[in-house]
């Protein structure tokens, strides 16, 4: 529980953004947008080719940039730091080693053992896609979650991108129906048993191939196995799933996060099953994908001439409309356009009340005028 009292050290009132891989860019900059951007500065850590890239990539928007071990080697606090999910560095949580108030932006709905694990607890505030994440993070005492919808893909609903350049840009057929194809890694990607079922169909659809971003750095059989599909357009580069659900007329996924950005975007939806998942490390047996599988169709078996089928019938999609509205609802806060600036109201509240030289201690006597704050 949160009381706000008089901090003894003075950090740095810059707002840090915990970047460890470039994709980050993809969650934060919708919300950075509508920040000071004076006051904001990307925090590296990772690799030496994730940092390279990152710094590139934040130097490529004008950003301030630091790096994670620098910070702590020189005893430079932040005021705040916003990352997705913690990493440990030598004894402690790296966020707890670089700011005094650490805000968590949800990085995607699904793999629920790892994504509702306990060390939500070192964050004083979450910041959620809707009503389940809100009511899967009750279980933790300590962090105010504040449900702010996707911020992610705001710009999706406010400046759509141009779907005839994409098109273009991707070297797809505009005359064609595309096909996006988002495997997850590790055990859980759909790419081993999928491929060459899903590759069958380049000729008659653009199928376009995003894989994990960890998977192209470590994961380069399943790579290669992809880049051998005649026809198919993969993925390497940067590039925002926005601009991909823009030119998708189907989407399809497997596990974790972008299947529920399909839903979110009111794109069609295929699933992908692989053998085990209800009892992966990760996932549990309550993880939003299991509930995902309830109402949306998915395919156990590498079968072509079935997916061909279902892609084509007309009467599951019209169906499945409906099923993606109730899910919208029962998974994400209703702000579409307006989620990175609800993100980043609430970042500026708790900026501006740690700019009174407050910070937060872990007391229990005043969590009801903090969350009035935070709410007003």
Known sequence: ????????????????????????????????????????????????????????????????????????????????????????LMEDWLPRQLADVNVRLMYALGKAQWNFSDWNEIYDVILCFGPYHAQRLARFSWPLVVQVGYPRY?????????????????????????????????????????????????????????????????????????????GATVLTDLVDNGDLFCIADTVLCDYGGPAFGAVYLDRNLLLLDVAGADSDELMGPDSAELLLRQHIAAIALPDAARLRAMLADEA??????????????????PYRENAAATAAGAIRKIQRLRSERRTLARQASAVERFRQWLSG
Not at 43 to 69: M, P, Y
Not at 174 to 182: C, I, M, N, S, V
Not at 192 to 207: P, Q, T
């Open 1 to 88: 529980m949160q009381q706000w009292i008089e901090s003894e050290s003075d950090p740095d009132n810059t707002i840090g953004f915990l970047v460890t891989h470039p994709e980050w860019f993809h969650h934060f900059r919708p919300i950075i947008d509508l920040l000071d951007v004076h006051q904001v500065e990307v925090v590296l850590h990772g690799t030496q080719a994730e940092i390279v890239a990152s710094r590139s990539f934040a130097e490529g928007l004008g950003w301030k940039h630091s790096l994670a071990d620098e910070r702590i080697g020189n005893q430079r606090r932040l005021a705040m730091l916003v990352s997705g999910h913690p990493f440990r």
């Open 154 to 230: 705001s710009r999706y609903f406010s400046a759509p991108p141009d779907r005839q350049e994409l098109l273009r840009r991707l070297r797809c057929d505009a005359a064609k129906r595309t096909l996006l194809w988002l495997p997850t890694w590790k055990a859980l990607s759909s790419i081993d048993r999928f491929a060459e079922c899903i590759g069958a169909l380049a000729g008659e659809y653009n199928l376009v191939i995003k894989p994990h971003p960890l998977s192209i750095t470590t994961e380069p059989e399943r790579i290669a196995r992809l880049a051998a599909l005649p």
């Open 316 to 333: 599951l999609w019209a169906e499945q409309g409906a099923k993606r509205d109730w899910l919208r609802r029962r998974f994400f806060a």
